[in-house]
C-alpha cells in the first residue's frame, strides 16, 4: 500500500503509518525495532524516497516517554533500547507530551490509509482492556466503591476517630 503522492503527509504522520502497518501485518509482536519501522517508512514511500526527518522522528520526536526535542508528539512508546511500539491508551509518557497527538487526523491521511485509523482505535481498545485485566493493581480499580454506598464517608471517619483525645 505505497503512500499516494497527491497528499504531502507530515513526517510524524509517515512514522505512525509505517508503525501502524507493521502492528497491523504481525499482530504476534509486542514491538518492532528502529531499523523495522524506518525500512517500512521507506518502503510506503516508494521512488520518493525516505524523507530526512522520518529517522528522528522514530527516534525521538513521536516517542511518548522521552522528553520532548522538540517534538512533543506521543504515537510511539519506546518499549526497550532500540524497540518501538505504537502509543495506546494508559501508557505513560513526558510530562511536557500531555495533550499531544497521539495518531494522524483522518483528514491528513491518504483514503486508502484512513482505515487504520478504525484498526487502530480497536486495536488500542482491546489493548488496554487486556492491560487493566493484566495488571493485578488496575484490576482492584473501582472494588472498594461499595464500601460508601450506604455511608457518608466524614461520619465513617468522625466514628474512628472517637475517643481518640
Known sequence: ?????????????????????LH???????????EEIKN?????AGKQGLRAGVYIHIVQHCV????????????????????RRLFRTG????VAREG?????????????SRKLLDWYRKWDALSSKRKREEDPLLALVGSGKHLWRDEDPDEYVRS???GWE
Request: hydrophobic residues 40%.
Open 40 to 44: 517500512r517508512a521507506a518502503k510506503e
Open 100 to 112: 499531544s497527538k497521539t495518531h494522524p487526523a483522518a483528514e491528513d491521511l491518504p483514503e486508502q
Open 160 to 162: 474512628l476517630r472517637e
Open 1 to 21: 500500500m505505497a503512500i499516494a503522492p497527491e497528499i504531502q503527509l507530515k513526517v510524524a504522520d509517515e512514522v505512525w503509518l509505517a508503525a501502524a502497518l
Open 64 to 83: 511518548a516517554n522521552r522528553a520532548p526535542s522538540p517534538g512533543r508528539y506521543r504515537m510511539l512508546v519506546e518499549t526497550g533500547p532500540g524497540r
Open 24 to 34: 497491523r501485518e504481525h499482530p504476534e509482536r509486542a514491538d518492532f525495532s528502529i
Open 91 to 94: 501508557d505513560s509518557y513526558h
